[in-house]
């Protein structure tokens, strides 16, 4: 079957740096997306991944690893506005997107 | 540029009425999608077109129809609505349907069926 598991929910503080991690499993393999989804808003695309390694974008970065079925996205410098939930999605054989249901990340001061 | 819009923000339907909600996207996208979103589960594809004229089932296709008569309107209707349909849905688009195209979100719609 197809499954994406990563944390319900994580804790940070102002400032720090933070690691969410995302476990895949899905019927063929053409990339895995991050998202971000502030609370009462839609997904906004943060990072694809489709070959092994470390991608960097700003403060966010995402890493891959398809033989482990194992990404995790990094924030560094966390800012309050980082409060939010992260979505990691698999794009599977059809080109179609498996969702986890989400990592909700609280910062605080 | 609008991107992407849905219509109604929200809406409050009586089980068994219909529904259609409104997706359409100004950025020329060939694939569109539409989701739900219920607390605890991750987006769920309830149905998807990756070009005008052809439309597909996701994982939760049942109890919804869509129809794709040109490129930037993706209507989704609910032909008798039940409880279970209470949810958040989003409409997408992408450039295309292949690999590493990402989606773009519409804002959303909050459907409750009572």
């Known amino acids: 079957g197809q499954n994406i598991d990563q944390p319900t929910e994580m804790t ?48 966010f970065s995402s890493f891959l690893s398809r033989s482990k079925g194992y990404s995790y996205l990094l924030l560094k410098e966390l800012q309050m506005k980082d409060s939010a939930s992260y979505l990691c999605a698999s794009m599977d054989s059809n080109y179609q997107l498996i969702w986890g249901a989400g990592t909700k990340l609280i910062i605080k001061p | 540029t609008a991107g992407i819009t849905q219509a109604p923000t929200s809406q409050i339907l009586a089980a068994g009425r219909s529904m259609t909600l409104r997706c359409t996207q100004d950025m ?23 070009t005008a004229g052809t439309t ?53 719609t909050r459907l409750t069926v009572l």
């Open chain 1, 12 to 59: 940070a503080t102002e400032g720090a740096i933070v690691q969410i991690n995302c476990t895949y499993q899905t019927s063929g393999f053409n990339g895995l997306f991050w998202y971000q989804q502030h609370a009462g808003e839609a997904p906004t695309f943060l990072s694809y991944n489709v070959l092994d390694g470390l991608e960097e974008k700003g403060r």
């Open chain 2, 28 to 50: 020329r996208h060939n694939a569109m999608y539409w989701y739900r979103q219920d607390l605890g589960l991750g987006l769920r594809l309830i149905h998807y077109s990756n």
């Open chain 2, 56 to 108: 597909g089932k996701g994982e939760v296709p049942d109890g919804y129809s869509v129809s794709r008569a040109n490129t930037d309107d993706f209507p989704l209707t609910l032909a008798s609505a039940v409880p279970s349909q209470t949810s958040v849905y989003f409409c997408a688009s992408s450039d295309a349907s292949g690999t590493g195209n990402e989606q773009f979100f519409g804002p959303g």
